[in-house]
């Protein structure tokens, strides 16, 4: 049964995000495109298709390849054909969807849940357009360039800042249609449904027009110049609108001249300058920009945990009242003596029974012994060959060492209060998340850290392999206002089940460093995994509520040794 591909075309409204998509099929340097937006928002339509619209290259269809949730690092990167290497004696490189997508699109439906290792992956060929492979010694490399589209619901979890800011281009759609609206798009999809055939028909002339132009704009793309008055209005948006680093500027430039170009024009103007500015700023924008329009915003409700006046619980202890935020460098040593802390129920984790299934996969019996030898059932093709010293049939076969270690994710909630200012306690809380990111850097482990203090929740280190510099950030974290923990505990549980839902089996380990001067009661509140919280109150007399913290979450309390 042929399935038809509803036309890009047909699509009613959304207008920015086809526009973003078109400037992207113009120039690839644009790079990519991110589209945010719930359920049943034509998301993975148009994204679908774009390809159908992209003018033909080399006299054939540009590929658009789909990664799935799923997929493994060797589906994504490729891998060596091992029967190729036993039956010929020769290494034979399997593509993989980044090879199969190399001048064409790489689609990512619900990019916010894919793994970190596969987003590792794309972050570092998205950055050099080459894709490298190597395995046991082996190396191979191919060029891989594609437009990198992602789509997400952002009520499923929030998107790495590396790779939400690798997209070019941003679009937040939203689900809220006119009655007309409604009715047209209905009415649209019932003429697709009942008579593909006829409604590709329909649209045809639209799409070889569209085409056309994306292919005439591309002709015309280099002749284009954003001249000096255009680059200032560049320089001068972004930096009112408070982006990090330069990467906002130079995708602005390239989509403004892309615009330019779909519109026949020689040179950038303000117009074109305008009409992207949106895309470009809604995912990088630090601050509301006083001349341009504020991103679509469907509720009246200030940001989560962002409250727009102080509650009166929180103006006694660890308020601190109005104060601009102060920095400390992070101590040079700071020690606590972590040991095993206490692990929730595995019914909590949803893993049940998943250690069991885990042992019979890999030969162990449910108890923990072992059958047969302590390997892997992958080949060391590097091992295997320099054993057989260049014979064949090969003498033997050496297997990698089995890697039993479960995932683990190392989630830092760390008080930046004010009153964790006095006598430098908050460089030495920095000193003790320097101690947890050591061990979790030395055993390959995840962190992420989340910081809670003057009225508001943020992040401070999304989940990522452990980095093995931290003090410069933990340097530029500042402390002020007053302790908002029953928040933190919030987002924390939040991120904890996002990891979980893209990791399965994720062990979960996660430290509140506080000095416990807060009003609010965390009853109510609990984490997943296992939990400890540092004590960080130095004082003659100790108030003992970060004690009581530990208690109420079922938590290992650890004071900070002097």
Avoid at 258 to 268: E, F, P, S
Avoid at 339 to 344: A, I, L, Y
Wanted: charged share 25%.
């Amino acid at each position: 049964m042929i399935k038809f591909k509803y036309p890009f075309t047909a699509i009613a409204g959304q207008r920015q995000f086809k526009l973003a998509l078109i400037l992207a099929a113009i120039s690839p340097a644009v790079g990519g495109v991110l589209v945010s937006g719930p359920r049943g928002s034509a998301k993975s339509t148009l994204a679908r298709g774009l390809a159908d619209v992209m003018p033909e290259h080399d006299g054939q269809r540009h590929s658009f390849v789909t990664l799935p949730l799923g997929a493994t690092e060797e589906m994504l990167v490729g891998s060596l054909d091992l029967q190729k290497i036993i039956a010929g004696q020769e290494v034979k490189f399997q593509p993989g969807l980044l090879a199969k997508a190399d001048d064409g699109i790489l689609y990512v439906d619900e990019v916010n849940l894919l793994a970190d290792n596969l987003v590792d992956l794309l972050l570092d060929v998205a950055s050099s357009g080459i894709n490298v492979i190597e395995r046991d010694g082996i190396s191979h490399s191919h060029k891989a360039e594609f437009i990198l589209l992602g789509t997400m619901n952002p009520d499923e979890g929030e998107l790495r800042p590396q790779l939400q800011d690798r997209f070019g281009l941003s679009v937040e759609l939203s689900n809220q249609y006119s009655i007309d609206e409604r009715m047209q798009i209905v009415d649209l999809r019932q003429q697709f449904d009942g008579h593909p055939k006829e409604f590709l028909k329909k649209y045809q002339t639209q799409q070889q027009a569209l085409s056309a132009s994306i292919e005439q704009a591309r002709v015309v793309l280099s002749e284009i110049d954003c001249d000096l008055k255009c680059r200032r209005m560049i320089a001068e948006r972004c930096h009112e609108a408070g982006v990090d680093g330069l990467r906002a500027d130079i995708v602005w430039c390239h989509a403004a001249i892309a615009h330019a170009a779909l519109q026949l024009r020689k040179n950038v103007g303000e117009d074109d300058v305008l009409a992207v500015e949106e895309l470009v700023l809604v995912h990088r924008r630090k601050q509301k920009s006083s001349s341009s329009n504020p991103p679509p915003n469907n509720s009246s409700e200030p940001p989560p945990f962002k409250r727009p006046e102080q509650n009166s619980q929180d103006s006694h202890d660890g308020d601190w009242g109005a104060m601009a935020p102060q920095q400390q460098n992070t101590a040079e040593q700071a020690r606590v003596n972590l040991k095993k802390t206490k692990p929730k129920p595995q019914a909590l984790l949803g893993l049940e029974n998943s250690k069991i299934k885990a042992a019979k996969g890999k030969g162990q019996l449910a108890g923990g012994s072992h059958q047969g030898k302590a390997q892997g059932n992958k080949i060391s093709w590097f091992k295997t060959l320099i054993g057989s010293a260049g014979q064949w049939p090969l003498k033997q076969l050496h297997y990698k060492k089995q890697h039993t270690g479960q995932p683990v994710l190392h989630l830092v909630l760390l008080d930046t209060s004010a009153s964790t200012l006095k006598n430098q306690l908050f460089a030495k809380a920095k000193a003790v998340i320097l101690q947890i990111a050591d061990s979790a850097y030395l055993n390959r482990e995840h962190l992420a850290i989340v910081g809670f203090g003057n009225q508001k929740v943020e992040t401070l280190l999304s989940s990522r392999r452990a980095p093995k510099a931290l003090r410069g950030l933990l340097d530029s974290i500042p402390a002020a206002g007053g302790t908002p923990l029953l928040q933190a505990l919030s987002e924390a549980q939040r991120l904890q089940r996002n990891a979980l839902s893209k990791t399965p089996g994720l062990q979960l380990k996660s430290y509140i460093i506080t000095d416990g001067k807060t009003t609010q009661t965390v009853e109510s509140a609990s984490l997943l995994g296992e939990i400890a919280v540092i004590d960080i109150e130095q004082s003659a007399v100790k108030r003992g509520k970060a004690r009581e913290i530990a208690k109420a979450l079922d938590a290992e309390y650890y004071p900070l040794l002097a």
